[in-house]
T-cell receptor, first 113, second 113 residues
């Protein structure tokens, strides 16, 4: 039973560049959520995708965008990178509904220089 | 008031000790609750779901107090391997038809010999 997989594991970019992160959900899951985690903080919700649509969005600028594909996999795109975008980006999959816990991938550690 | 609040700690305890963490939430309509464990620079992993009647898994006990809007995690007979950050997660109920789990900032536990 494949869990959530994310790629790449680590990424170094310079300010102003663009980045795409990828996520494949756990088998059987239909919902993908993206979180940003800065050092010493809890994960902050970016957005959630279900049925190939963005269902909810957290307090993040439009530079953050995403997509969900028919096979439920998802991408997170960040444009015009800032130093403050350096963080661990976590993808989590679940089933829709209040009682389905999130299952996380290993995360992508993004460093912006 | 933050949606989900945790004492960041660190809690520094000897092996064999019993330690308890509390987490308070602001939305009285919240529907589901979870505890996650996160090791340094790793992804969060589900530790326990928290049920209204309370639940136990080995040395770990989780309880929910809806009247006072908090959940707790009790760890008995602490092991060195319990050293980690414990994240409280609250599902605040549907928003636009979706459920967006909200994380606390985590409580750091250090178990020493």
């Amino acid at each position: 039973d494949a869990g959530v997989t994310q790629s790449p594991t680590h990424l170094i970019k310079t300010r102003g560049q663009q980045v795409t992160l990828r996520c494949s959900p756990k088998s059987g899951h239909d919902t993908v959520s993206w979180y940003q985690q800065a050092l010493g903080q809890g994960p902050q919700f970016i957005f959630q995708y279900y049925e190939e649509e963005e269902r909810q969005r957290g307090n993040f600028p439009d530079r953050f965008s995403g997509h969900q594909f028919p096979n439920y996999s998802s991408e997170l795109n960040v444009n015009a990178l800032l130093l403050g975008d350096s963080a661990l980006y976590l993808c989590a999959s679940s089933l829709q509904g209040a009682f389905s816990p999130l299952h996380f991938g290993n995360g992508t550690r993004l460093t912006v220089t | 008031r933050k949606e989900v609040e945790q004492d960041p700690g660190p809690f520094n305890v000897p092996e064999g000790a019993t330690v308890a963490f509390n987490c308070t939430y602001s939305n009285s309509a919240s529907q589901s609750f979870f505890w996650y464990r996160q090791d340094c620079r790793k992804e969060p992993k589900l530790l326990m779901s928290v049920y209204s009647s309370g639940n136990e898994d080995g040395r770990f006990t989780a309880q929910l107090n809806r009247a006072s809007q908090y959940i707790s995690l009790l760890i008995r007979d602490s092991k060195l391997s319990d050293s980690a950050t414990y994240l409280c997660v609250v599902n605040p109920g549907p928003s636009g038809g979706s459920y967006i789990p909200t994380f606390g900032r985590g409580t750091s536990l250090i178990v020493h010999p």
